[in-house]
T-cell receptor
Framework: AQTVTQSQPEMSVQEAETVTLSCTYD???????LFWYKQPPSRQMILVIR??????QNATENRFSVNFQKAAKSFSLKISDSQLGDAAMYFC?????????????FGKGTKLTVNP | NAGVTQTPKFQVLKTGQSMTLQCAQD?????MSWYRQDPGMGLRLIHY???????DQGEVPNGYNVSRSTTEDFPLRLLSAAPSQTSVYFC??????????FGDGTRLSIL
């Protein structure tokens, strides 16, 4: 079974600075998807970014980018120019490319605080 | 543009009571899932469905029942609520190779 590990329960960053959240995963599969979800205090689950394992190029969405290291099974999220609205729980998630889209495996999350 | 709608948003039950958490999506997604979120645990999969009439168990299925009679609806049933089922419940839907869309969650407390 796949597992996802987020080793940083809490992180903090100064507004306008850059922060990197770590995620490692364990799988024997070669084809899969990785995601970062943001959960603000409103409780909504918001997709931040996704990465297909077969793509070597790291995904980027505006101020959010990932460092995907397939051999090391590492998938970190970098937030540049941090804003107060980035404060939230961030979850890393894994999904197999086989068997459909119904099963996500989540890490335990990292709580990000943004200091003004 | 409703997306995934969960009802109710909050519920308090007594031990032993039964209830159904409702989930509906209007995107014609074939895949639907239920997760629970507990403090420090992330989200864990309870049950999922790959289409109408087809359901299967996830990581933590005990104490929960599901059915999928239509593409749109995927209710989660607690037959005899226990305090260990106090949690926040999320429903999600997706289509092939696309990210899951989540509902806003239901906070359930069992006394």
């Amino acid at each position: 079974a796949q597992t996802v590990t987020q080793s940083q329960p809490e992180m903090s960053v100064q507004e306008a600075e850059t922060v990197t959240l770590s995620c490692t995963y364990d799988t024997s599969e070669s084809d899969y998807y990785l995601f970062w979800y943001k959960q603000p205090p409103s409780r909504q689950m918001i997709l931040v970014i996704r990465q297909e394992a077969y793509k070597q190029q790291n995904a980027t969405e505006n101020r959010f980018s990932v460092n995907f290291q397939k051999a090391a099974k590492s998938f970190s999220l970098k937030i540049s120019d941090s804003q107060l609205g980035d404060a939230a729980m961030y979850f890393c998630a894994y999904r197999s490319a086989w068997g459909g889209s119904e099963k996500l495996v989540f890490g335990k999350g990292t709580k990000l605080t943004v200091n003004p | 543009n409703a997306g995934v709608t969960q009802t109710p948003k909050f519920q308090v039950l007594k031990t032993g009571q039964s209830m159904t958490l409702q989930c509906a999506q209007d995107m014609n997604h074939e895949y639907m899932s239920w997760y629970r979120q507990d403090p420090g645990m992330g989200l864990r999969l309870i049950h999922y469905s790959v289409g109408a009439g087809i359901t299967d168990q996830g990581e933590v299925p005990n104490g929960y029942n599901v059915s999928r009679s239509t593409t749109e609806d995927f209710p989660l049933r607690l037959l005899s609520a226990a305090p260990s089922q106090t949690s926040v419940y999320f429903c999600a839907s997706s289509t092939l190779n696309q990210p899951q869309h989540f509902g806003d969650g239901t906070r359930l407390s069992i006394l």
